[in-house]
């Protein structure tokens, strides 16, 4: 390491004492996690800008989508694709509003910034987010970090004693499989999987529009019966003979109400006949949720089923494990971390931990945690990581940016 | 394989056209492609003039921290950062190309045997359509499939 870099451990002392409170930004590809290292917990703010059909005066900026009544047929601009920020003209618009008065006011000059980025951020998306944000916000100092990188630190903080951990990341856009040693992470060793919560919920739109009902323009509503309604199978084969039995039999089937956004804003799950016989009821539209269910979120766990040629999350993380160095393997095992919003899926803990375990070396642990919560377990490594004696040498100050330019950044941060 | 009622309808459609290993491909891709997008729909509001308040190319005032400093619009960063995900795929190529990378970093084919799903319903499935190769499971799923997608889709 390079350590002609790092200021001095004292100097790092000096600027921590006189430090104000870190900004934490987690820029998701769905939603934002940000606010500063002293509160609790950070606001989730949708990453996007959103037009209505319903309300034609004004697109909605990321939580503003709030005001919005009716919001069938949503139309999504988003920041990203594939995971990476490109257009960088929608994000300028949600950062101006996420950091303004009306969402979470911060003011750069004074609060240094820790932001994150995708692992194997491409260069020029690099050099981009440096420049926004010592030349247009003006950043007092910066600390771009793989996400991973503050879930890990937060992990090992939380389990001292901890030597390594497996981060699964299984968010918006892709799925990441990373291991870290020493709290260092193995580049070699991370796997991508391209599937992720965006990905199931068009493949769920897509199966009912062809099964039952024209929902392609809903995402917004279909993403919610995917959260709602969607569960990872312990035994596919058994649950897919479940589902297709009849009647009372069939312990899977569910009907999804769905919003009409006058008396009902947000859809919900019911079980098969329980209707109530008001006249209201009548009216409401009812999707029939059956093997869709389990269906759907067990392309994380097999992506050859949509015709995707990679592993699927179990397989990965030992494939992940067997290209590390033969010390580390056992530990990895038992310090297997979930994170991002898919893992949200109930049974998703149980399915990797079952599997890693069939698959794994007979004399290994195999622990799997999935944390209270597994969206803000990156920001609140962030808010943790401020407190790091070390935190001040990892940063970039504006100082030191205009001086030696995008180097020093590509040199400091290791993304 | 099919018999009865439904293996005429297949000798029908047979005649007709089958398609080939390249098209089945490119609809097995296509069909990937969208589960990429972000939308199946126009902008709803792609009618309407768009309000003046934002401003294009132009630098505004703004104050910040009791001073005032030249903030650029969005546009400008449109501009400026101007990559497609493909350029820059390509340009992490050249810039980086010995492993680990973006395209190193994909996952590996899984060792574990495929399985096949009826392309009307979602159950398993035994059985290929000849015309189209899209997976069926019983002569009533291959009779909506017929009627339905098989050869109508333009691949
Ligand atoms: N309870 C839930 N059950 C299932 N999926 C959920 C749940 N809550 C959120 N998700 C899904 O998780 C995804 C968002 O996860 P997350 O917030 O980790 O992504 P992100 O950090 O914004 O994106 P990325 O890390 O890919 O850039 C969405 O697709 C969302 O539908
Ligand atoms: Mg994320
Ligand atoms: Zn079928
Ligand atoms: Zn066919």
Redesign the pocket.
């Known amino acids: 390491m390079c350590y002609e870099y790092f200021g001095s451990y004292a100097e790092g002392l000096y600027k921590m004492a006189t430090n104000k409170a870190v900004f934490i930004l ?1 820029n ?1 590809a769905y939603t934002a996690k940000v606010g500063f290292s002293h509160s609790d917990h950070p606001r989730v703010i949708p990453n996007c800008i959103m037009k209505a059909k319903s309300e034609r005066r004004r697109p909605f900026v990321g939580d503003q989508l709030e005001d919005c009544r009716d919001v069938s047929g949503l139309f999504y601009i988003l920041p990203f694709q594939k995971g990476y920020l490109v257009n960088w003209d929608v994000q300028k618009n949600v950062w101006d509003y996420i950091f303004s008065k009306e969402c979470c006011p911060v003011n750069f000059t004074e609060a240094p910034l820790i932001v994150t980025e995708p692992y194997f951020n491409f260069p020029s998306v690099q050099e981009a987010m440096t420049e926004i944000f010592f030349e247009e916000y003006e950043c007092t100092s910066l600390l771009r970090i793989n ?1 991973g990188d503050l879930s890990c630190y937060n992990y090992m903080k939380k389990n001292a004693g901890t030597l390594c951990c497996l981060l699964v ?1 299984s ?1 918006y856009s892709f799925t990441h499989i990373a291991p870290y040693i020493k709290g260092k992470k193995l580049k070699q060793g991370i796997i991508r999987i391209d599937v992720g919560g965006k990905m199931l919920t068009n493949h769920l739109k897509e199966i009912i529009s062809y099964r039952q009902l024209h929902v392609m323009d809903e995402t917004h509503v279909m993403n919610q019966v995917k959260e709602d309604a969607c569960f990872v199978s312990q035994n596919f084969l058994h649950d897919m003979e479940i589902a297709r039995k009849r009647d009372a039999e069939n312990t899977i089937a569910r009907d999804y109400v769905l919003p009409d956004f006058t008396t009902l804003r947000r859809g919900y799950v019911r079980s098969i006949g329980t209707a109530d016989k008001s006249s209201e009821s009548e009216q409401q539209q009812i999707l029939r949720l059956n093997n869709e269910r389990f269906t759907v979120p067990e392309i994380l766990f097999q992506p050859s089923d949509l015709g995707i040629s990679q592993m699927g999350i179990p397989e990965a993380i030992c494939h992940s494990i067997s290209v590390c160095p033969a010390e580390a393997q056992s530990h990895l095992f038992a310090n297997i971390l979930l994170t ?1 919003g898919c893992t949200l899926f109930p049974g998703f803990r149980e399915r990797v931990e079952a599997e890693v375990r069939s698959r794994a070396p007979d004399h290994v642990d195999v622990r799997v945690t999935l944390p209270a919560n597994p969206v803000t377990y ?1 920001w609140q490594g962030g808010a943790s990581l401020q407190q790091d004696p070390e935190f001040f040498n990892m940063t970039v100050s504006r100082e030191e940016y205009e001086e030696e330019g995008h180097n020093l950044c590509f040199e400091k941060f290791d993304i | 394989m099919a018999t009865g009622r439904e293996s005429g309808r297949l000798k029908d459609a047979n005649q007709k056209r089958v398609l080939d290993e390249a098209a089945r491909r490119r609809r097995m891709r296509k069909a990937l492609e969208a589960l990429e997008l972000d939308n199946f729909h126009d902008d709803p509001h792609a009618d309407l003039v768009m309000s003046k308040k934002v401003p294009k190319f132009q630098e505004t005032l703004e104050s910040r921290g009791g001073r005032k400093k030249k903030t650029r619009s969005a546009e400008y960063y449109k501009q400026r950062f101007r990559k497609t995900f493909a350029q820059l795929v390509e340009e992490d190529q050249n810039y980086n190309p010995d492993p680990p990378n973006y395209i190193t970093a994909q996952a590996a084919p899984s060792k574990v045997p495929e399985r096949h799903f009826c392309a009307v319903c979602g159950f398993i499935s035994n059985y290929k359509c000849i015309p189209c190769g899209a997976r069926y499971c019983s002569v009533r799923c291959l009779g909506t499939h017929l009627d339905t997608r098989c050869l109508k889709w333009t691949a």
């Open positions: 987690d998701g996400a990341d968010g991002g990156a």
